[in-house]
């Protein structure tokens, strides 16, 4: 009998890359995926970064006690950001929860999964006690994520964890100290994914811009080498961190044709005041600085930025300027939040929050804005030829596929499925502020 497992992903890109790891270590040890219904083993990678990632995942956890009742299944692994943080809570609250496991701990999980299948009344607890001050990484297994979401493209994380703690991020206490993986594992994976049929590669960190610092090694120099690998064709990174942003990164950028013109630069708020609560390294005229610079080296830049709303103590003036800064720098598109309070973290012990309702109504007049922006810059790229990665079948409408531009914009066209992986020129016909659609040149 097929021993039978669901991976379900909650988060962020390192989470999905995660995922594909187990997958693909399952898979190779005769495990069969399927969906939930089916399993015996449902394995759910959370994100904590925001109160309302948490409540999903946690009302997800919920759902399965009718089948549990019933069937005595499925048995539920609970791991990321997630576990780490309420692992233990998940373990106490339902009982077909067996495993949980921190992102720190994702080489142990097909083991470990293999040993709840095989003993169902065992549960394991693999958590850190501090993660900020966990450095050593029990990871990672030798296989490649083969078995991926997306034949195409695929993620490969460069770093792990993060050193800035800013004050409302729950990451580095979740994710712990930061530590650089070694070039050569990363060139080794990159190029036997590249083998495997993939077309383009994201690297991935919590910061990126940081990779080698502890190694002796810098992010541009990892960058140059990746995207000069043979058979490669485009190459992402994300995310960046401002005061981590130099300008070699961005001679990188400019001189390697496989290098993506694209760039998320979270600048999180347009208020020196408000930065500096939240322990970001900069202030917005520096931050402007970088930008001007890489849009005079890239004029074709794609950039997108992460800003948060109702940060504890902002004013009306505070949030203005966050206003300001969206109308005057012009960003293709905003990943805006309001502000969620992390247990943990300083800025959830700081004076002057903010009621959720004028979160939620500065959040909205934000996106407002935002949208005028992002659609304004898509018609100018009205009648435009773009070179598409076709990397999926569009989530609605019949015969159409998706893709994106080398700047990240997605585009939807007409097509058969045969042109999957492949590039195509695509022209762009009309644009709204979350796609443009397109037809093959």
């Known amino acids: ?154 993620y490969i994380t460069i770093a792990h964890g993060c050193d800035n703690f800013c004050t409302y991020c729950i990451v580095p206490h979740v994710r712990g100290r930061f530590v650089s993986r070694k070039p050569d594992e990363i060139f080794s994976e990159a190029e036997m994914l590249i083998n495997d049929g993939v077309k383009e590669i994201t690297l991935l960190g919590q910061n990126v811009n940081s990779y080698g610092k502890d190694i002796g090694l810098k992010f ?86 992460d800003l948060i709303v109702g940060f504890p103590g902002e004013t009306d003036e505070d949030f203005e300027a966050s206003m300001n800064a969206l109308r005057e720098i012009k960003f293709d598109l905003v990943h805006s939040a309001a502000y969620s309070e992390r247990d943990g973290t300083v800025a959830a012990t700081m004076e002057g929050a903010l009621p959720v309702e004028l979160r939620l109504e500065r959040l909205t007049k934000l996106n407002e804005l935002q949208d005028k922006i992002t659609l304004d810059i898509n018609k100018q790229l009205v009648g435009r030829e773009f070179e598409i990665l076709v990397d999926a079948p569009a989530p609605k409408g019949e015969k159409l596929l998706q893709g994106r531009t080398p700047s990240d914009k997605v585009v939807i066209f007409e097509g058969s499925k045969k042109l999957l992986g492949e590039f195509v020129n695509v022209k762009i016909t009309e644009a709204e502020a979350w796609c443009l659609h397109g037809e093959l040149v």
């Open 1 to 154: 009998m097929s021993k039978k497992f669901c991976v379900k992903v909650y988060g962020c890109q390192m989470n999905v890359y995660d995922a594909d790891r187990v997958r693909t270590v399952l898979c190779s040890r005769g495990w069969q995926e399927t969906d939930e219904n089916d399993a015996d083993v449902v394995m759910i990678t959370g994100c904590s970064v925001r109160a309302k990632a948490e409540q999903k995942v946690w009302s997800e956890l919920g759902l399965y006690e009718p089948s549990w009742l019933k069937n005595n299944k499925p048995l539920v692994a609970l791991t990321g950001c997630i576990a780490q943080r309420l692992g233990q809570k998940a373990l106490n609250r339902f009982p077909y929860v067996r495993l949980v496991a921190g992102p720190r701990h994702i080489g142990l999980l097909p083991d470990s999964i293999e040993q709840i299948y095989e003993h169902p009344k065992s549960r394991i607890n693999i958590l850190d006690n501090d993660p900020r001050e966990f450095h050593s990484l029990e990871f990672d297994s030798d296989n490649i994520t083969i078995k991926r979401e997306n034949k195409f493209k695929a």
């Open 220 to 305: 541009s120099w990892l960058l140059r080498k990746v995207a000069q690998l043979p058979g490669i064709k485009r190459v992402r990174f994300v995310t960046s961190l401002p005061q981590d942003f130099t300008p070699d990164i961005v001679e990188v950028m400019a001189e390697e044709k496989t290098v993506c013109p694209s760039l998320n630069l979270p600048i999180q708020a347009g208020s020196d005041r408000i930065l500096k609560l939240m322990n970001r390294k900069y202030n917005y005229a520096e931050y402007v600085e970088k930008v001007s610079m890489t849009r005079e080296k890239i004029p074709d830049l794609g950039l997108t930025t």
